[in-house]
């Protein structure tokens, strides 16, 4: 048996780099990773999803170049020249990570399965067979998987996840997809920018049911604008299908069959705990198989700690890249670190952007707050009027005493980069008066968060 000082399980955005500084810190450090080297981020998430996501604004543009009176006689889509382009950036990011694990002195890379044995024991399945290590440290960055709902005659049934469809190497005819959340948005749109006929069936009321209802409307409105199909109150029963494919559902209690070429699932993610044995460990789980950690990511077991997806939370990679300083920081650095109450951002990459950090309207009323609300169509800002990108909106909750930005969502161009700004104010906690008063580049984006919060009084 091979030991170790730590052990590391899945090479993704949390478990590369804390594997290479706990090497640097002079630990004999294991990385364990049982499909490639980079994780869902680097292979079949961020990197490549965005990398085609704008192929597709490149498309959509160009579709509509008249309206900034550039004419374009034809337009037509190299898929084959799509799917190079992200390939050769998924395979420059991959390799780029393996020359970083590879010259890091104290790091051995294990390329197999790993399932717990004891709290300090895993046996790994390789390629070469079945090997035993141990680490008096371990961290379990397993990440999630595309969750497959359990519908009738899916087994048989050909269906797309957020992996398999960037593979495909043809653009679908009619894509339906099964889910309304970000995965669905992001890809959905971009398909239909590619020229698929694209039909969403959400099961909630809205899409995005997790954010404020003026959001939900506001992207619905533009997806519809594009002429992609929107059915919401949509409980798909069945699939079935080879060639042509049908997608039976109830939408708003009336039944209904989607006849398709392609089907994406897009229902969320699980957590990928299920091989790992955890129960051998003494590893603690909720009942969706989420590791339970506390607010320094500790497990029920003590030298046992899980960063990233596998915990549950918000799963985006950077919470899986700041979980991992977190870590560092406190085993490490000897500090204090916690995750309760982190100010969390994020970005769905549809055009226009929604960027939002803190809470939101829904949240406050529901924690009874004093707050007042700032909003600004895009329309009014001088910026997306001079680009003509004059979508969505802006929006933000402040404290109506302290004056304090509690949260914002951008619905625009560069929404992410706006929102960055107000997370930069929060965390800073600059009030909106001040932000009201502050001189900013003309004519950015940004400039226009002085006209966001003139519509509040002081």
């Not at 949390?14 to 680097?42: F, M, Q, S």
């Not at 309206?67 to 799917?83: A, N």
């Not at 889910?179 to 099961?203: H, W």
Request: aromatic share 6%; proline share 3%.
């Amino acid at each position: 048996m091979k030991k170790f000082d730590a052990i590391v399980i899945g090479a993704g955005q949390a478990g590369i780099p804390l594997a290479k500084k706990l090497a640097k810190a002079g630990k004999k450090v294991a990385l364990i990773e049982k499909r490639i080297i980079g994780g869902t981020c680097i292979n079949d998430g961020c990197s490549p999803t965005k990398t085609m996501i704008f192929s597709a604004r490149v498309a959509h543009i160009v579709k509509n170049s008249e309206r900034w009176g550039v004419k374009c006689k034809s337009i037509s889509i190299d898929y084959d020249k799509v799917y190079e382009r992200k390939q050769d950036i998924v395979t420059s990011f991959r390799n780029g990570a393996i020359k970083g694990l590879k010259k890091t002195k104290n790091l051995t890379i294990i390329m197999g399965e790993g399932s717990f044995q004891d709290q300090e024991t895993l046996k790994v399945k390789t390629a070469k067979g079945n090997i035993e290590i141990s680490g008096k440290q371990i961290f379990i960055n397993t990440g999630a998987s595309p969750l497959i709902p359990k519908l009738k005659g899916i087994e048989e049934t050909d269906y797309l996840t957020s992996t398999t469809l960037l593979e495909l190497k043809e653009i679908p005819k009619h894509l339906v997809i099964i889910g309304g959340g970000y995965i669905a948005l992001e890809l959905g749109q971009m398909m239909n920018r590619f020229g698929a006929k694209v039909t969403i069936l959400e099961q909630s009321k809205t899409l995005l049911p997790h954010e404020d209802e003026d959001v939900c409307v506001s992207m619905t409105e533009i997806f519809k604008k594009e002429n992609i199909e929107i059915h919401t109150n949509s409980k798909v029963s069945a699939i079935s299908g080879k060639k042509q494919k049908k997608v039976m559902a109830t939408v708003n209690g009336k039944k209904q069959n989607f006849l398709c070429s392609h089907i994406l699932i897009a229902a969320g993610r699980k957590p990928q705990t299920e091989n790992l044995n955890l129960k051998a460990a003494g590893v603690k789980t909720d009942n969706r198989g989420h590791i339970l950690v506390d607010n320094q990511l500790r497990t029920a077991t003590k030298n046992i700690y899980a960063l990233g997806d596998v915990k549950g939370g918000p799963a985006f990679t950077h919470v899986a890249y700041n979980d991992h300083l977190i870590i560092y920081d406190n085993l490490i650095n000897k500090k204090s670190r916690s995750i309760k109450n982190r100010l969390i951002p994020y970005c769905m990459f549809t055009d226009p952007q929604m960027g939002r950090v803190g809470i939101t309207e829904r949240e406050a009323k529901k924690q009874k707050l004093n707050y007042k609300v700032a909003t600004l169509p895009m329309r009014h800002v001088a910026r997306a009027d001079e680009t003509g990108e004059t979508l969505g909106f802006m929006k933000a909750i402040v404290d109506a005493k302290t004056k304090e930005v509690l949260g914002a969502t951008i619905i625009g161009a560069e929404g992410g980069e706006v929102m960055s700004v107000l997370q930069m104010a929060m965390m800073g906690r600059i009030t909106y008066p001040e932000i009201r008063h502050t001189m900013f580049a003309h004519p950015l984006f940004s400039e226009s968060l002085n006209n966001l919060f003139m519509s509040l009084d002081d």
